[in-house]
């Protein structure tokens, strides 16, 4: 039987550093799994659009298809947004069998990935001790979404870091900054702050200012295609479509 399509669902941005990333992390799931096919959807601003895709991979008698979101957290766009977009290609299309993936955080190979780029930052695994750490995301209205990143901030806090602390881009606060100058105010001397997003653009932008602003000594990476990263994103599609797998087999 052949395997369903992984359509990655990204949210798209103005700025083409964004749409680079999703398709760099994308490349490297399929040079992970060769043979599968990935396709790449965009909500806004990018194309192709999410409906164009599914629409193509029905013309082309694609058969099945797992959708996963490019979102760490459960807020707006995994629960409206995309289920609606979803629903609407399944009226439409109703050869096309679609199924909807779980969002990619938490997980700890986030965690892993978020360690790779503070590692890469200059970052040693000895300096955890003496360094705190800012856990910046994008934000969000979602009270589900804010104790997530509340409860990974928990979770780090706890792989030696002498300090955690959770900041936002937008929606609720701190901001990075206030985080960056709350860990001084505790008398951390040495402050790193690790942005929790996926790919660049403006709220990222924002994080990397806040830090900048009130004196961080490291600001990592974007998550972009890490390794881990991409991992997950296999581990999402498989978990989405082996339901799926073990019901055909058994009224096979």
Not at 14 to 42: S, W, Y
Not at 116 to 145: C, F, I, N, Q
């Amino acid at each position: 039987m052949t395997a369903p399509v992984l359509l990655v669902i990204a949210h798209g941005s103005r700025d083409p550093r964004h749409a680079a990333t999703v398709r760099a992390l994308t490349a490297r799931v399929r040079a992970l799994r060769p043979g599968l096919r990935v396709e790449t959807g965009f909500l806004d601003f990018n194309a192709p659009s999410v409906p164009r895709v599914l629409e193509r991979l029905d013309a082309e008698g694609a058969g099945a298809v797992v959708a996963l979101p490019l979102l760490l957290t459960r807020a707006f766009h995994a629960k409206s947004d995309i289920p609606a977009v979803l629903r609407e290609a399944r009226t439409r299309l109703p050869r096309l069998r679609v199924r909807q993936a779980e969002v990619l955080g938490p997980s700890p190979l986030l965690n892993s990935a978020l360690e790779r780029r503070l590692r890469e930052a200059g970052v040693r695994p000895g300096d955890k001790g003496s360094t705190g750490l800012v856990l910046a995301s994008a934000g969000s209205t979602d009270p589900e979404a804010i104790a997530v990143i509340a409860e990974i901030a928990r979770e780090l806090r706890h792989t030696g870091w002498c300090s955690v602390r959770p900041a936002f881009a937008s929606a609720p606060l701190p901001r990075t900054e206030d985080a960056v100058r709350a860990l001084r105010a505790d008398g951390v001397r040495r402050v790193a702050v690790a942005p929790y997003v996926i790919a660049p653009g403006r709220l990222p932008d924002r994080i990397a200012a806040g830090a900048a602003e009130a004196g961080a000594d490291v600001l990592a990476g974007v998550l972009g295609p890490s390794p881990e990263l991409a991992r997950l994103l296999l581990d999402r599609y498989d978990e989405a479509r082996l339901p799926a797998a073990r019901m055909a087999s058994l009224s096979a």
